[in-house]
């Protein structure tokens, strides 16, 4: 490097005035208690919110909670090429979904909120540009003429020979000691160029850093000369992020395993640009048992439809259910921590990064329902009603009316067998609402009487026929059950279903059996909540109708 730094700096950035340190001065450190975290979430607009990504935001969000730190979002939008139109919006709209909050940044499109923005990458180049600048006035970047063919060519020299990692370094490097004689000819001549980093590393020397979840982790030296900004100006990943991070005075990366080999070339980004390093934390990737041959693998965009968020909006499951779920994945204390504070908000979950392990998480939909039936079972009536509404407003609009067509009936329906110490645990989801209550809309009921092997046709009809004589809507469960018991003896049946087990031939059936008859009858399901309610709900009418169609039939 034979030229005056300075002037190479004016060369290549005449328009840049800011400074570095009016730079520290417009973003100063933030006035936070001791101990607390900054996190950010970073994600591109070039898809759909994936489950990992809700699986990341989270642990940022519960990490700055547990802390009385500050969570952001930020998006990354320096890759134009595979960003799609309207992807800020599907990343929001995900988070909202999900209950997913954060402190500070991009809220919608064109929208943000705090202090430290903007907080969408391609509206910062002046930030960007103005680093760039001063790394070059401090010789540690220059500009790289070689073209596409020219990279190629030394990637091939580099895959014949012996080289040991890839890129752009050492003598490969041919741009890296021009002069500015010739730096210049080549800008007046109009030749496109990239801004490189002079990496000082060295292929003998080893880095260490901590991992919060993984512990101390110990890696070659950087040494390649990252691009730092691209042709037109857009900033690369490496550099864009190292730039923001400081700015916006982040103390804590929080990202997937998969950036852990990009480490060396960040820390020595940060220390070249004069920037505390943050500390790191690498989470596992969201995995699921392959069908096919029972191995662990990565959730898929093309093979799960429930790597995408949106998956779980449309099946209705409620965000309460997810969240929940996740964090049985983020610390292995959840549940424990659940059942001492059964009716605290998740997010109040004192959150560790040091208890997540460093293994895969595996994600099974079986325990998602499982863990959703729990949530559900313990909402109030109220909550359940308008989530099933809101949901079949925009997935089952036939439902919809048909749910909504009578507030006071539905809300009464998902009440039953609802608050109580032993609440039912039915539903994992809104959209098997409309299957599982689908008897009590006349717009859905299929009659199907379908008996027992162990009743016949004509013990059923004495059964309902009896049962018919001394029904009345208004008994409460005592009494309603009280008639069916004393129905029992007169037609063969006994009211005790433990002296029917212990001497089966002398009864046609017991009292569980009975009920079972007058069941179907009234719903066509062998399996449902409350019988006496769901009758009090149908009312004396439809209830009457419903079993004289059954007699009639046998």
């Given at each position: 490097?034979?030229?005056?730094?300075?002037?190479l700096a004016e060369l290549l950035f005449p328009h840049i005035n800011t400074t570095v340190a009016e730079l520290e001065e417009r973003y100063p450190e933030r006035s936070l208690p001791e101990g607390a975290r900054v996190t950010r979430f970073a994600p591109s607009p070039t898809g759909y919110l994936h489950i990992g990504g809700l699986f990341g935001a989270l642990v940022d969000v519960l990490t700055a909670k547990s802390t009385k730190g500050v969570s952001y979002l930020r998006i990354e939008d320096t890759d134009k090429k595979r960003e799609i139109d309207d992807g800020v919006s599907a990343i929001i709209n995900g988070f909202?979904?999900?209950?997913?909050?954060?402190?500070e940044g991009v809220t919608g499109f064109g929208e943000e909120k705090g202090a430290y923005g903007p907080y969408t990458q391609s509206q910062r180049a002046e930030i960007y540009q103005t680093v760039a600048k001063e790394l070059v006035q401090k010789g540690l970047a220059y500009p790289c003429f070689c073209t596409a063919e020219e990279l190629s060519a030394i990637r091939e020299e580099q895959e014949k020979g012996d080289a040991l990692i890839w890129g752009y370094f050492g003598k490969w490097a041919k741009c890296r000691d021009l002069s500015f004689e010739e730096i210049e000819e080549s800008i007046k001549a109009g030749k496109p160029y990239v801004l490189r980093f002079r990496s000082e590393g060295s292929e003998d020397k080893r880095i260490f850093f901590d991992d919060i979840i993984r512990g101390k982790i110990e890696m070659p030296e950087n040494i390649i000369d990252e691009v730092l900004l691209k042709s037109d100006g857009i900033p690369t990943y490496h550099f864009a992020h190292a730039c923001d991070d400081h700015f916006m005075r982040t103390t804590h990366v929080i990202r997937g395993e998969e950036w852990i080999s990009s480490v060396p070339k960040h820390i020595a980004l940060f220390k070249a640009c004069g920037f505390r390093v943050p500390k790191y934390a690498h989470t596992p990737q969201v995995m699921k048992i392959d069908e096919e041959d029972g191995t662990k693998r990565k959730l898929s965009k093309r093979k799960d439809p429930e790597a995408a968020v949106s998956y779980f909006v449309e099946q209705g499951f409620p965000k309460e259910s997810l969240i929940e779920y996740l964090l049985t994945l983020l610390n292995s204390n959840f549940e424990d921590w659940r059942r001492a504070n059964p009716g605290a908000d998740a997010f109040s979950f004192p959150f560790n990064l040091k208890k997540m392990s460093p293994s895969g998480c595996l994600f099974d939909l079986v325990k998602l329902n499982d863990v959703s039936k729990n949530v559900i079972s313990?909402?109030?009536?109220?909550?359940?009603?308008?989530?099933?509404?809101?949901?079949?407003?925009?997935?089952?609009?036939?439902?919809?009316?048909?749910?909504?067509?009578n507030e006071e009936f539905s809300t009464a329906l998902v009440n039953i067998d609802r608050e109580s110490p032993k609440p039912?645990?039915?539903?994992?989801?809104?959209?098997?609402?409309?299957?599982?209550?689908?008897?009590m809309f006349d717009e859905y009921y299929t009659p199907d009487f379908l008996l027992p092997e162990n009743i016949s046709k004509e013990d059923a009809r004495a059964i309902l026929q009896n049962y018919l004589a001394v029904y009345d809507s208004a008994d409460?469960?005592?009494?309603?059950?009280?008639?069916?018991k004393d129905?029992?003896?007169p037609l063969g049946f006994t009211p005790n279903v433990k002296e029917y087990k212990q001497n089966p031939d002398a009864f046609k059936?017991?009292?569980?059996?009975?009920?079972?008859?007058?069941?179907?009858?009234?719903?066509?399901?062998r399996n449902t909540p409350d019988l006496c309610s769901l009758m009090s709900l149908l009312g004396k009418d439809k209830v009457n109708e419903r079993i004289n169609a059954v007699i009639e039939s046998l």
């Amino acid at each position: 490097m034979n030229y005056d730094c300075d002037k190479l700096a004016e060369l290549l950035f005449p328009h840049i005035n800011t400074t570095v340190a009016e730079l520290e001065e417009r973003y100063p450190e933030r006035s936070l208690p001791e101990g607390a975290r900054v996190t950010r979430f970073a994600p591109s607009p070039t898809g759909y919110l994936h489950i990992g990504g809700l699986f990341g935001a989270l642990v940022d969000v519960l990490t700055a909670k547990s802390t009385k730190g500050v969570s952001y979002l930020r998006i990354e939008d320096t890759d134009k090429k595979r960003e799609i139109d309207d992807g800020v919006s599907a990343i929001i709209n995900g988070f909202n979904s999900f209950g997913i909050d954060f402190d500070e940044g991009v809220t919608g499109f064109g929208e943000e909120k705090g202090a430290y923005g903007p907080y969408t990458q391609s509206q910062r180049a002046e930030i960007y540009q103005t680093v760039a600048k001063e790394l070059v006035q401090k010789g540690l970047a220059y500009p790289c003429f070689c073209t596409a063919e020219e990279l190629s060519a030394i990637r091939e020299e580099q895959e014949k020979g012996d080289a040991l990692i890839w890129g752009y370094f050492g003598k490969w490097a041919k741009c890296r000691d021009l002069s500015f004689e010739e730096i210049e000819e080549s800008i007046k001549a109009g030749k496109p160029y990239v801004l490189r980093f002079r990496s000082e590393g060295s292929e003998d020397k080893r880095i260490f850093f901590d991992d919060i979840i993984r512990g101390k982790i110990e890696m070659p030296e950087n040494i390649i000369d990252e691009v730092l900004l691209k042709s037109d100006g857009i900033p690369t990943y490496h550099f864009a992020h190292a730039c923001d991070d400081h700015f916006m005075r982040t103390t804590h990366v929080i990202r997937g395993e998969e950036w852990i080999s990009s480490v060396p070339k960040h820390i020595a980004l940060f220390k070249a640009c004069g920037f505390r390093v943050p500390k790191y934390a690498h989470t596992p990737q969201v995995m699921k048992i392959d069908e096919e041959d029972g191995t662990k693998r990565k959730l898929s965009k093309r093979k799960d439809p429930e790597a995408a968020v949106s998956y779980f909006v449309e099946q209705g499951f409620p965000k309460e259910s997810l969240i929940e779920y996740l964090l049985t994945l983020l610390n292995s204390n959840f549940e424990d921590w659940r059942r001492a504070n059964p009716g605290a908000d998740a997010f109040s979950f004192p959150f560790n990064l040091k208890k997540m392990s460093p293994s895969g998480c595996l994600f099974d939909l079986v325990k998602l329902n499982d863990v959703s039936k729990n949530v559900i079972s313990v909402m109030k009536a109220k909550s359940v009603y308008d989530y099933i509404a809101s949901w079949a407003e925009k997935y089952d609009e036939e439902f919809f009316r048909v749910f909504t067509q009578n507030e006071e009936f539905s809300t009464a329906l998902v009440n039953i067998d609802r608050e109580s110490p032993k609440p039912r645990k039915d539903i994992a989801k809104w959209s098997e609402v409309k299957e599982y209550f689908s008897y009590m809309f006349d717009e859905y009921y299929t009659p199907d009487f379908l008996l027992p092997e162990n009743i016949s046709k004509e013990d059923a009809r004495a059964i309902l026929q009896n049962y018919l004589a001394v029904y009345d809507s208004a008994d409460d469960k005592d009494a309603w059950f009280a008639k069916i018991k004393d129905l029992c003896e007169p037609l063969g049946f006994t009211p005790n279903v433990k002296e029917y087990k212990q001497n089966p031939d002398a009864f046609k059936g017991h009292v569980g059996d009975v009920s079972t008859v007058i069941r179907l009858a009234v719903t066509s399901r062998r399996n449902t909540p409350d019988l006496c309610s769901l009758m009090s709900l149908l009312g004396k009418d439809k209830v009457n109708e419903r079993i004289n169609a059954v007699i009639e039939s046998l």
